[in-house]
């Protein structure tokens, strides 16, 4: 039985384990995480390399499986789903940013944008992918490929790609752990305030603590677990 503020949250995480194989035995990457993201909130979710941070997020988005536990995406358990059936989950609804960008090295700032709309059946692909980008401040950009981008130009356009779709959750794995002080500062300007903007629910793993402390609630990992869901701001 699920509380009842669960209840239109895009994330739920409940007793969530995730054990790997290794050559010296099992390793439990995840200990029974809770986690739950509302609807519009901004969640920080800090600790130590290796604690786990990266890989809650991959369960969280349904990219691997957990050992145990039940992850709610949009209301629907993962459990219950192929890999298939959660991809089209997340496609529209979840958006992720990473820290290495993952732009399409062939592909132009603009045709990164629109080929996932395209892939939607988005009819106005094009000309949207063209506004998020202008939002941005990527309209000068648009013809450039990522290897004639500067990293914070390139982690721009991610964040056009994330949100060009309407998702109501951005996960954002260490988006400004490539960039210089200033760029990082700026992209993280832009992410609040377009996730702000568009409603988007916000979880973002960082080890920045000024990041941190701009967010609604920080969640602190240690050794697989969330040990410290206090609010951000008292």
Do not use: C
Not at 69 to 92: F, P, Q
Not at 143 to 172: D, I, K, T
């Amino acid at each position: 039985m699920y509380d009842a503020s669960e209840t239109g949250a895009p994330l739920v995480m409940r007793d969530v384990w995730l054990t790997l194989r290794s050559g010296a035995g099992p390793v439990e990457i995840l200990r029974g995480v809770d986690l739950v993201v509302q609807a519009g909130e901004r969640l920080a979710i800090v600790g130590p390399s290796g604690s786990g941070k990266s890989s809650l997020v991959a369960v969280a988005a349904g990219l691997e499986p957990p050992t145990r536990g039940e992850v709610r995406l949009m209301g629907k358990s993962l459990a219950r789903l192929g890999e298939d059936a959660r991809a089209r989950l997340r496609r529209g609804r979840v958006a992720l940013v990473f820290q290495s960008f993952q732009l399409l090295a062939n592909m132009t700032a603009h045709e990164n944008v629109a080929a996932p709309l395209e892939i939607a059946g988005e009819r106005d692909a094009t000309e949207r992918a063209r506004q998020w980008l202008e939002r941005v401040g990527l309209a000068h950009r648009l013809r450039h490929y990522p290897h004639q981008l500067s990293g914070g130009e390139q982690q721009r356009v991610a964040l056009a790609r994330a949100l060009a779709a309407g998702p109501r959750l951005l996960l954002a794995d260490e988006p400004t752990g490539n960039l210089d002080q200033e760029n990082a500062r700026s992209v993280a300007d832009l992410m609040f305030a377009l996730a702000t903007e568009t409603g988007a629910a916000l979880a973002i793993v960082t080890h920045d603590e000024a990041l941190a402390v701009r967010a609604d609630r920080v969640a602190r990992m240690d050794d697989g677990r969330i040990v410290d869901p206090v609010p951000a701001r008292a």
